[in-house]
Each structure stands twice: as C-alpha cells, then as structure tokens.
C-alpha cells in the first residue's frame, strides 16, 4: 500500500509541476497582449482626483537661496592671504576650510578676517557671498 500512495504523491506533484510550467511559459509567449492594454488605459490627471477626494493643494517649498546653505561656526583670522573657517554646508557636520580652500560648488574660501569670511568663485574674483559669525548670547 505504501508503494502506491508514494507513486500517487510523486504523480500529484509532477502534474503541478507541469501544470505550472505551461502557464508560466503561456503567459511569456504573448508579449504583446500586455503591451495592447497598457497602451489602451487612459489618461489620469493625478492632480484633478486629487482635489476630487478632498486633498489641499500642495504649496511647493523655494529652492533655498545661496546664502541659506552655509553656516559660519568659526573664524581663525591669519592675515591677508592665511586663515581658516569652520562652515557648515547644506545642514551637515561643519568642516575647517583653509582660505583658497573650496567650499562647495565652486566657491572658494576667499578671506578670513575678524568675524567674517568671503566667498568666492576665485581667489582673485569678485567676492560672492559674506558670511558672518552669529552675535554672541
């Protein structure tokens, strides 16, 4: 009896095997069936259904200005052409910057002095941006 209810097992399996196989080999045989009710779908306005279903209009956020994106945190003053800032850039952990160091996208540390740096696009160009250490508390 066991012999034959091993065999009836084996044969229960090996049909769902082969059963499986030929949907799953069906289903890659007609590419293009998915294809044509892809295309026929129509259009939706995700904004219209949207505001169909109660949502409020979503006010989009200014794109932070240049002067926004750094933090003075300290100034080590040197002379003209020597010196070092300690600047935060875009909210991550402030870094030391040597003057003629770049900052972030393309500026350079131009000038520390007292409590204040200059900014850059070059050494010798016209400074960009000034930033100043907060008033003490």
Known sequence: MLPAASLLVWGAVAFSA?????RWSATGA???NATAVAQSSPEIDVSAAARTLGAAP???AAAPTLASRFQLQGVMAG???AGAALIVVDGKPAKPYRVGAMVADGLVLQSAE?????LGVAMDGPQTLVLELP???
């Open 18 to 22: 082969v059963t499986w196989g030929l």
């Open 30 to 32: 007609a590419p293009g």
């Open 58 to 60: 979503v006010q989009t």
């Open 79 to 81: 002379g003209p052409d």
């Open 114 to 118: 007292g409590r204040r740096v200059n």
């Open 135 to 137: 008033a003490k508390k």
